[in-house]
């Protein structure tokens, strides 16, 4: 098949294509919006959904050893004060003297200085403003200060310090607290995992690059349980085998940015993380590449600088994606140790340990936590497939069938009588047997073609003259590739079933 290559969009172009196509739109837009919130439009929405139900299939649906839950936004409060976020998840913020304009420390320095400040505490963030005497539109700053990132809510008619609650920052800690009860019910056996797709908020300081920093978003997080004292029998040859483009620690120590291929085999030998990790990092590497379709020049692995490490980690690796403004985090994933089930144990003064069959032990287990952000995956996923056809004078989305957020587009060849009526029944039949599908006899069919294109559709089907002539129980259509262009003639009756094996997977268009 022909492979579509065009320079990619900028990250002006990449929003301007999606509040234009209906992917994305600012939120309450006719109000003037509101940083860092977005609504998504029907394509959008769409697309979000097979993302997350792709996930869902491959993590969820066809592992024994993973189960699924739907944890509360808002839960009590001290959930958060046992986690370590009421006091510690915050962010440094700089604000002007005459103002008061608020700004996120570590990104003004970045794009200031063009240096990484990743894990620099206040004094650093202070000296290195005095040392290059920086300003923002010729205001001086005040010094850095702490800015905690978590809504704050009331529940209930009655405010007190007991009604204070908080839209949760992350998914993951609802599954905490809920960690022996689903292990009960599920009869689970160490290892195995907890699985939930949700909404998170953070009250960012200055929201950015279009829905990659928001302050509301989606989570696709796992925690995977596991006896550190055991063996791991997950991780095959294969996943070991695994290349990547590797950022190391010790090189960004050194302020430099250079990568090296490596493989995961190689990570475990240098004792950078344990078989659980490895095979959770190699798991999610080849689902982005083998399956989401994600080049592998647009993906690396970088290791957190100890600096940076979250509280509770003891090691994470970000998969990270070439966006429009360079490398940044995808997907996080961190090795949380036993932090937050010794916590939640102790503050809520309940036993969660769990009894390890296999070894006849009584432990709290330890914690692999892959994270992936829903609009940061939906954000690599356009810019990925995006191409700019100058041949054919229009936008190409070469969305994965599975992934389009429609699999066909079905047209008349004009807008006469005889043919609507059949390409209206063709159009019926598709989406009786589940199959997205849109109806469109507006403008030339080669206007279509490439309307169809700009969203993604991978086959469009036309209804011509020949097959009202062939009649009814014989009539042939033309399929069209969005990839090729190429069409091929099927027959009505058999339109259902190719295009299902399509989009599975299971036929190639070029074998037809």
Known sequence: MKELESKKPTIEEF???CKKKGFVFQAAQIYGGLAGFFDFGPLGVEIKNNLKAEFWKKFVLKR????GQDGSIITNQSVWKASGHVDTFADLVLTTKET???????HFIEDTLNIPVDGMNAEEINSLIKKHNLKWKGEEFEEVKNFNLMFVTQVGADANKNSIAYLRPETAQSIFPNFKQIAEVSRAKLPFGIVQIGKAFRNEISPRDFVFRSREFE???MEYFFNPNSKCELLTEKQKKTKIMFLSAENQDKDS???IET???K????KKLNEYHAFWLAEFFNWFTEDIGFKYENLRIREHIKTELSHYSKGTFDIDYKYPFGYKEMLGMANRGNYDLNQHQEHSKQKLEFFDEANKEKLLPHVIEPSLGVERFFMAILNETYINDEKRGNIVLNLPPKIAPYKVGVFPLVNKEELTKVAREIYEDLIEEDISAFYDRSGSVGRRYARADEIGTPYCITVDFECIEEGKDNG???IRDRNTTEQKRLKVESLSGVIISLIKGNLKFEDL
Not at 64 to 67: A, G, L, S, V
Not at 267 to 270: G, H, Q, R, V
């Open 15 to 17: 929003t301007v294509f």
């Open 64 to 67: 024994e050893d993973i189960f």
């Open 100 to 106: 008061k304009t608020k700004l996120r420390a570590d």
């Open 219 to 221: 989570q696709m997080e």
């Open 257 to 259: 940015s250079e990568m």
């Open 263 to 265: 493989t995961i085999e």
């Open 267 to 270: 990570l475990l030998k240098d």
């Open 476 to 478: 042939t259509v033309t």
